[in-house]
């Protein structure tokens, strides 16, 4: 898998809508043993993160960037843990970094972030990204992609596609996704994910990141991630205020709670939620405490639909306290509060906020 007239380190950015399917593909990415050696970078959108507890059971070596962001406030951090990596392996503090992967928010706009991996002075003589892999929920790609620039940019710089859920899906949904994304990114592989296996010849014959072979649109879009560059460059120290990236209308919340859930009530809760304002719920995941359960659940959900749950084989550290992260559009945190205060008790007060 390495480029061999090429020493920098390889770099895959993985990335894709919320809830599509990133930490599970990454999941069974790193249990390939040709992926040995591999760094993984992760950046969640909201308060807390959590793919990189589901994700530790596989690998040794795994950043948490700062909540926030990856294509905005946390682009500084991925460049310092890069280079920070870069370090550590020449100081012998790791054993390997022969791959670097970086698992993206799902509201990330990946047009910055290659941007940084490909200008960036010290990460780029150091670095090549290889590629871009981006997961398309075939059940949920016609709404992500008609209300969610972020998501045609993923869709449209990747060099790689994983459609997932086509476990779920009919032909016919899985042939119109699949006809929606080649309809913005004609030149990218596609596959069909199955849950648990990795795409055969997910990563080989890539070697480096190239924009030109991707449609007009991404090359404009890095052209305008430069410029702004240049703009922030100029003003520092300045009064450059960077253009709020984000759409408005969306909102994360982290829900704690320091009682154990009874199941059936928490799954009350979650049914009420999601049949009465699940087309608002962007995505939902959380790692529960549950009554007569020594080790936490994981739950995951999108829109009106609940993912099956499982557990992690112990609480990854000394806070046992339920944590639930709900990213939505255009609805108050005082709707989810009150639906958990009905079914199970009040949540703690913590402010919502917003990406
Ligand atoms: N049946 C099925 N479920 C899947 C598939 N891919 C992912 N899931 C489930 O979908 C849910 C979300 O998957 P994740 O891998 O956490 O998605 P993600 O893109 O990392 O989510 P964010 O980090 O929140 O954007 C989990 O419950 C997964 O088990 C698939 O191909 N088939």
Not at 82 to 106: C, H, N
Not at 234 to 248: K, S, T
Not at 346 to 355: A, V, Y
């Amino acid at each position: 898998m390495t480029h061999k007239h090429d020493p920098r380190i390889p770099v895959t950015l993985l990335t894709g809508f919320l809830g599509s399917g990133k930490t599970s593909l990454l999941k069974t990415l790193l249990s390939d043993p040709a992926m040995a050696g591999s760094a993984v970078l992760i950046n969640e959108v909201g308060e807390v993160g959590l793919d990189h507890l589901l994700v530790q059971q596989v690998s040794e070596e795994i950043t948490l960037l700062e909540s926030g962001c990856l294509c905005c406030t946390v682009r500084g951090d991925l460049a310092r843990s890069l280079r920070d990596l870069f370090m550590r392996r020449l100081q012998r503090d790791i054993k390997a970094l022969d791959r670097v992967v970086i698992e993206t928010s799902g509201l990330a706009d990946p047009a910055p972030i290659i941007h940084t991996l490909m200008r960036d002075f010290f990460l780029a003589e150091r670095f090549r990204l290889e590629g871009v892999v981006t997961t398309v929920d075939v059940r949920n790609v016609h709404w992500q992609l008609g209300q969610h620039d972020e998501a045609v940019k993923q869709v449209a710089m990747a060099d790689r596609i994983v459609l997932t859920k086509c476990d779920l899906a009919d032909s016919m949904q899985i042939a119109e996704a699949e006809e929606r994304v080649v309809a913005l990114n004609p030149a990218a592989q596609c596959w069909q994910s199955e849950p648990g296996k990795l795409p055969t010849g997910l990563l080989e014959g890539m070697s480096l990141y190239d924009p030109v072979s991707k449609t007009a649109d991404v090359g404009r879009w890095l052209g305008e991630v430069a410029i702004d560059e240049q703009e922030r460059l100029r003003a520092r120290g300045g009064v450059f205020a960077r253009p709020a990236l984000h759409d408005e209308s969306v909102s994360t919340y982290l829900l704690r709670f320091d009682e154990p859930f009874a199941w059936a009530d928490f799954s009350r809760a979650m049914d009420t939620l999601q049949s009465v304002v699940g087309d608002r719920i962007l995505r939902v995941k959380g790692l529960l405490a549950v009554r007569g359960e020594d080790v936490p659940r994981v739950i995951h959900a999108v829109q009106h639909e609940r993912y099956p749950d499982s557990s992690l084989p112990a609480w990854p550290d000394d806070d046992h306290d339920s944590r639930l992260v709900f990213i939505v559009r255009d609805l108050p945190r005082s709707v989810l509060d009150k639906a958990f205060a009905a079914f199970c008790g009040p949540s703690d007060p913590l402010p919502g906020s917003r990406d």
